[in-house]
């Protein structure tokens, strides 16, 4: 096929564990990947999709995943540091039998990005950052549970914050929930970006280019990359089973970044103006998609 994987035979198991036999379960699906990659469309190779049990394991992650951006929500306020941030996460993560995914990725130092008014993102928590009143954080939290993935992230508002602030984190989570609108089993996933720029555009924002989603679940980043400055009937079809993240980061001001900060993480943008993220994971399903952290 198309990806190159094995195929079963018609009378042998369906590679997606159900037990059935291949002609019974997923032979036909598998005719419909390949007759959309003859028509030259973009197909995720099978691999990416996932089984019924790889979604329950994630939603076992995400349980986690979505209990510490509450314990953090509880908590945060002025006078916390991002350092405490981490605490939070890392305790309750490890509590609950999963481990914090960023920490020691790829050198990462910490157990949770927080990145505050223009960080774009991979903001490193440190005891020397207290949140004041005024400030704008996101909280990316991910988490791994016996050895599946869960990522999502938050806004918080510190204390009252300035009106143009607060529009930019509610716009940014609109533009989430709009890119959502746009996610259709069998369509294209350029759509869900094309929503998202748009929405961001109409409010006076940009959206990054460099940074965006990615698939997810047996690892931390998975094929697709899933950009927000996209073109309607582009990029991959979103197959049932495809797992991704959905989490643009929309600036105030202009979408360039900067990446030149010493620590290798730590992305401001280029005009120092604010910068929000909202970040959601899903699954698509035969008939729409199922949200599994947010
Ligand atoms: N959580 C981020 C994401 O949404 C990735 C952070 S990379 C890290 O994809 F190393 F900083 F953790
Ligand atoms: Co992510």
């Known amino acids: 096929m198309y990806d190159g994987l094995p195929t079963p035979g018609r009378n042998d198991e369906c590679w997606c564990g159900s037990g059935k036999k291949y002609k019974k379960c997923h032979l036909s699906f598998d005719e419909r990947l390949e007759a959309l ?6 197909v ?18 995400a349980e986690v995943n979505i209990g510490v951006l509450d314990y953090v929500a509880e908590r945060i306020g002025p006078g916390v540091t991002t350092e405490q941030i981490d605490q939070w996460v890392h305790d309750y993560t490890v509590e609950h039998d999963a481990i914090p995914a ?32 005024g400030d704008i954080v996101n909280v ?31 716009v940014t989570k609109e533009a989430v929930e709009e890119g959502l609108k746009a996610v259709k089993p069998w369509g ?5 970006g094309a929503v998202v720029n748009e929405y ?32 309607p009937g582009t990029g991959p079809i979103m197959v049932p089973g495809l797992m991704f993240t959905i989490e643009p980061m929309i600036n105030a001001g202009a979408q360039e970044i900067d990446m030149s900060d010493p620590n290798g993480w730590t992305v401001r943008t280029e005009d120092r103006s604010l910068t929000a993220q909202w970040e959601v994971q899903l699954v ?11």
């Open 44 to 61: 995720p190779p099978r691999d990416l999709l996932k089984t019924a049990e790889d979604i329950a394991g994630v939603k076992h992650s």
């Open 102 to 133: 960023p920490l020691n990725y790829e050198g990462f130092p910490k157990s949770v990005c927080t990145s505050v008014n223009e960080v774009v993102c991979h903001g490193i928590p440190s005891s020397d950052e207290v949140l004041k009143e």
């Open 200 to 231: 961001a555009k109409a409010h006076g924002y940009s959206v990054v280019r460099e940074f965006g989603g990615h698939g997810i679940g047996l690892e931390f980043h998975e094929d697709p990359f899933v950009s927000f400055v996209t073109e």
């Open 140 to 170: 990316d939290c991910s988490t791994i549970r016996d050895g599946y993935f869960s990522d999502s992230s938050r806004m918080f508002c510190i204390g009252e914050v300035s009106p143009e602030a607060a529009d930019l984190v509610r």
């Open 37 to 42: 990659y003859e028509a030259g469309e973009e």
């Open 284 to 294: 698509i399903t035969e008939d729409g998609y199922e949200l599994l952290s947010w």
């Open 188 to 192: 294209h996933l350029g759509d869900v």
